[in-house]
């Protein structure tokens, strides 16, 4: 973007940097909360990495959805506008851009943690002398829930089953030999399980290299992507890992628990022997089986040949129309426009930070920028109550004890002047 002589931290040149970005933010496609204490002003909402904001389009797709429940009831699976019986189907193409993937990889389905469990059901296949998962740490709870319960559910004891890879000592990041280091050797390792963007420290991890070594060390590799949809490129296809599952309302914009999303590698769907892909294991319902015999309603499962096979049941309409407005959203950006813009705010937003020079703030998140996403952690001196100051200067953030404080210029609908308004906040709050 700029030449380090070029930067000035203020408000002039913050709007400068809009003006001349070549990807312009799609703020006016969102609605961005009010401040609490003065509503006539927006807030400086930095919390897409937690939950991404309303697409204006939503209101009026559930309202059109809700108009034709009410005049076709059942009728609305073929007479909707957009017809409920495939109504997941136009979603496939736009996902399948945004993860990096092909359309009979991705599905639409359940929610994130149910997700995993899923494809664990598939990809973790414990033997007597494989039957280790590998996770990052620190890791999002809900993901350490899901290893160690499926690892008790084959028999085995989580504390020897679960092995992390975690930050050197007095280092935030993990480092890529680390983890190859862990993949060496008689590690009994059966599946690596890492998240594409480290919720905490908003490290993203190279997930090609990793994929490729666990792979040569005999292991399935499975990503967690819920910080990494819509954040970061995942190219999932190519990496050649086994399976993922992300959520779609963190950068994803698709509202409180929408509908998740998963991807299974096409060696595990179009490449397989049919025979062998029926006898996988895997746990079935109707919405997996071949739309071709899924409504003679027989007693046999046929899979379909894509990443369907893994959903279960008939999908919620109300939870995938925001998903789709959003994907629309995405795709009219494009996501290579969208990541440049987006290592420029992100970087721009760092370097506001260090001209503060607070000494009660340090940036957590690798500086380079291939290993990050738009998030920035920052370790805060003065922990909650360091946070709750910034609440009531209108940031909207999130905090993770005991003092690491989360802010994310989200691409799509943050602009240089929220980073600008945000490190005002801190240059006032400066001891
Ligand atoms: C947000 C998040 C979750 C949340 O799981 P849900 O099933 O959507 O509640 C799980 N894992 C990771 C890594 C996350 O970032």
């Given at each position: 973007?700029?030449?380090?002589?070029e930067?000035?931290?203020?408000?002039?040149?913050?709007?400068?940097?809009?003006?001349?970005?070549?990807?312009?933010?799609?703020?006016?496609?969102?609605?961005?909360?009010?401040?609490?204490?003065?509503?006539?002003?927006?807030?400086?909402?930095?919390?897409?990495?937690?939950?991404?904001?309303?697409?204006?389009?939503?209101?009026?797709?559930?309202?059109a959805?809700?108009d034709?429940?009410?005049?076709?009831?059942?009728?609305?699976?073929?007479?909707?506008?957009?017809?409920?019986?495939?109504?997941?189907?136009?979603?496939?193409?736009?996902?399948?851009?945004?993860?990096?993937?092909?359309?009979?990889?991705?599905?639409?389905?359940?929610?994130?943690?149910?997700?995993?469990?899923?494809?664990?059901?598939?990809?973790?296949?414990?033997?007597a002398?494989?039957?280790?998962?590998?996770?990052?740490?620190?890791?999002?709870?809900?993901?350490?829930?899901?290893?160690?319960?499926?690892?008790?559910?084959?028999?085995?004891?989580?504390?020897d089953?679960?092995?992390w890879?975690?930050?050197?000592?007095?280092?935030?990041?993990?480092?890529?030999?680390?983890?190859?280091?862990?993949?060496s050797?008689?590690?009994?390792?059966?599946?690596?399980?890492?998240?594409?963007?480290?919720?905490?420290?908003?490290?993203?991890?190279?997930?090609?290299?990793?994929?490729?070594?666990?792979?040569a060390?005999?292991?399935?590799?499975?990503?967690?992507?819920?910080?990494?949809?819509?954040?970061?490129?995942?190219?999932?296809?190519?990496?050649?890992?086994?399976?993922?599952?992300?959520?779609?309302?963190?950068?994803?914009?698709?509202?409180a628990?929408?509908?998740?999303?998963?991807?299974?590698?096409?060696?595990?769907?179009r490449?397989?022997?049919?025979?062998?892909?029926?006898?996988?294991?895997?746990?079935?319902?109707?919405?997996?089986?071949?739309?071709?015999?899924?409504?003679?309603?027989?007693?046999?499962?046929?899979?379909?040949?894509?990443?369907?096979?893994?959903?279960?049941?008939?999908?919620?309409?109300?939870?995938?129309?925001?998903?789709?407005?959003?994907?629309?959203?995405?795709?009219?950006?494009?996501?290579?426009?969208?990541?440049?813009?987006?290592?420029?705010?992100?970087?721009?937003?760092?370097?506001l930070?260090?001209?503060?020079?607070?000494?009660?703030?340090?940036?957590?998140?690798?500086?380079?920028?291939?290993?990050?996403?738009?998030?920035?952690?920052?370790?805060?001196?003065?922990?909650?109550?360091?946070?709750?100051?910034?609440?009531?200067?209108g940031?909207?953030?999130?905090?993770?004890?005991?003092?690491?404080?989360?802010?994310?210029?989200?691409?799509?609908?943050?602009?240089?002047?929220?980073?600008?308004?945000?490190?005002?906040?801190?240059?006032?709050?400066?001891?």
């Amino acid at each position: 973007m700029t030449g380090p002589q070029e930067f000035r931290p203020d408000a002039d040149f913050a709007r400068k940097l809009e003006a001349a970005d070549p990807v312009p933010s799609r703020r006016d496609h969102f609605c961005i909360p009010p401040m609490p204490s003065d509503p006539e002003r927006e807030s400086i909402y930095l919390c897409g990495n937690s939950l991404g904001l309303m697409p204006r389009d939503a209101r009026p797709a559930i309202e059109a959805f809700m108009d034709d429940w009410a005049r076709y009831g059942v009728e609305g699976h073929f007479e909707a506008r957009d017809s409920w019986y495939d109504f997941h189907e136009p979603l496939r193409a736009p996902l399948a851009r945004l993860v990096g993937a092909h359309p009979h990889e991705v599905v639409v389905m359940n929610t994130l943690s149910v997700n995993l469990h899923l494809l664990m059901a598939s990809f973790y296949r414990p033997t007597a002398d494989r039957y280790r998962i590998l996770i990052d740490g620190p890791c999002f709870p809900s993901d350490v829930y899901a290893v160690k319960s499926q690892i008790r559910f084959h028999g085995f004891d989580p504390d020897d089953g679960l092995v992390w890879v975690r930050p050197r000592d007095g280092e935030h990041m993990i480092r890529t030999e680390d983890i190859e280091d862990r993949l060496s050797g008689d590690h009994g390792i059966a599946l690596v399980l890492l998240a594409a963007v480290n919720y905490y420290s908003g490290q993203h991890y190279e997930m090609k290299r990793i994929t490729q070594a666990a792979r040569a060390a005999g292991c399935l590799v499975g990503w967690d992507c819920a910080h990494g949809l819509g954040n970061v490129p995942l190219n999932l296809h190519e990496t050649g890992a086994d399976f993922a599952a992300w959520c779609h309302y963190k950068y994803g914009n698709a509202g409180a628990g929408a509908i998740a999303g998963a991807f299974v590698h096409e060696r595990w769907v179009r490449e397989m022997d049919l025979d062998a892909y029926a006898a996988m294991p895997r746990f079935e319902g109707w919405w997996g089986n071949d739309p071709a015999t899924r409504f003679r309603m027989g007693p046999d499962f046929t899979p379909v040949r894509s990443a369907d096979a893994w959903a279960l049941s008939n999908p919620p309409i109300l939870s995938m129309i925001p998903v789709k407005t959003s994907l629309g959203i995405f795709d009219d950006v494009g996501l290579d426009a969208l990541r440049q813009r987006s290592m420029r705010l992100t970087g721009y937003l760092e370097r506001l930070i260090e001209s503060v020079g607070s000494e009660d703030v340090q940036v957590i998140t690798p500086r380079d920028p291939a290993a990050r996403g738009c998030q920035l952690s920052l370790l805060v001196s003065g922990g909650r109550a360091f946070f709750e100051r910034l609440q009531a200067a209108g940031v909207i953030c999130d905090f993770r004890e005991p003092n690491v404080i989360r802010i994310a210029p989200t691409p799509l609908y943050n602009t240089y002047e929220d980073c600008w308004r945000f490190a005002e906040v801190l240059r006032e709050m400066k001891t």
